[in-house]
């Protein structure tokens, strides 16, 4: 009789993923479970997934694939958190471009990941749906073919229905919670500007304070729509630049970085339909500013 090709577990009760393993695998040791876990083996309600400190809610699914992946990927720049046959998504560093420029072509995510699919069959591609600024850190997605492309394209606003960021600012926001609402100008620098009239759709941000103290406040902020450095230029405009972020006239730069990470995805799959919620943690160097 053929061996089935994975394990299936039902959660019944909250509980973090490496311990649910552990109860529920009593014959493994710690190692071999977290083995499972770093060959991306385990996939939680069909997402894949390598964190060990996972969050379990009661009617999850684990899942636990018997036979590692062909070709395991490991790169310091990016994490894959989530691929199938459609659609591919990251965790991106700052500091690593999303696409090629006409002076950095190679240390991108594009290029990267084009390697990784190709070392599986040449004829592999990859196509880019949004893009995540260099100095940005945190999810993003591509697709597998023209056709998904596409269709992400032709239906974003139904298809991507949650994108969430996080980041330090320099001072806080005078309301707590908020709307932020302009329209975004670019000049011959390349830098964009909130301003009040223009033509074209205004840009609509979404804020509110996660922790304030000191120096610094901790912001979640949720996009409407998504404008080229959008959140970048609102909390200029506002009074309350992105800590690091020196073109939008930041002071201080105590990270080393720009202080803002794409932390949510909640998407409905292209092609099949499913809700699938993807989600980061927030970087520790970010709560450590905010004394």
């Known amino acids: ?7 299936v577990y039902k959660v019944t009760e909250k509980a973090l993923l490496l311990e649910f393993l552990l109860h529920k695998m009593p014959d493994k040791s710690r190692t071999t479970v977290k083995s499972f876990l770093s060959h991306r083996q385990v996939s939680v309600n069909n997402c894949v997934t ?17 036979e590692r992946t062909h070709d ?3 790169h310091p720049l990016l ?14 560093r700052h500091g690593l471009l999303s696409i090629g420029t006409d002076k950095e072509q190679q240390k991108t995510a594009f290029y990267i990941l084009s390697n990784y699919l190709k070392r599986q069959d040449p004829r592999h591609r990859i196509f880019v749906l949004h893009r995540l600024d260099r100095e940005t850190s945190g999810l993003m997605m591509f697709a597998k073919s023209q056709e998904v492309q596409e269709r992400m394209q032709r239906g974003w606003k139904s298809l991507v229905t949650d994108r969430r960021y ?6 806080a926001p005078q309301d707590n919670e908020g709307t932020i609402v302009s329209h975004l ?10 301003i009040r009239e223009s033509d074209g759709p205004a840009a609509v941000t979404y804020y509110s304070v996660l922790k304030a103290g000191g120096d610094y406040s901790l912001l979640d902020l949720k996009l409407e729509t998504g404008q080229k450095n959008q959140i970048r ?3 200029e405009w506002i009074g309350t630049p992105i800590a690091g972020d020196k073109k939008y006239n930041a002071r201080t730069n105590p ?35 905010i004394k």
Not at 1 to 7: L, T, V
Not at 50 to 66: E, K
Not at 166 to 171: H, L, R, S
Not at 185 to 194: G, S
């Open 1 to 7: 009789m053929a061996q089935k090709k994975e394990i």
């Open 50 to 66: 390598t964190r060990f400190d996972a969050q379990l809610d009661p009617g999850s699914v684990v899942a636990i694939r018997r």
């Open 72 to 74: 395991a990927f490991r």
């Open 79 to 92: 994490r894959i958190v989530y691929e199938d046959e459609h659609i591919i998504v990251i965790d991106k």
């Open 166 to 171: 996080v980041a330090v600012t320099e001072g």
């Open 185 to 194: 100008k670019e000049d011959r620098n390349h830098k964009m500007w909130a």
């Open 233 to 235: 230029a609102h909390l």
């Open 255 to 289: 990270a080393g970085r720009v202080c803002l990470h794409a932390y949510r995805l909640f998407i409905n799959h292209p092609v099949t339909g499913e809700q699938l919620d993807f989600s980061t943690r927030i970087p520790s160097d970010f709560e450590g500013l």
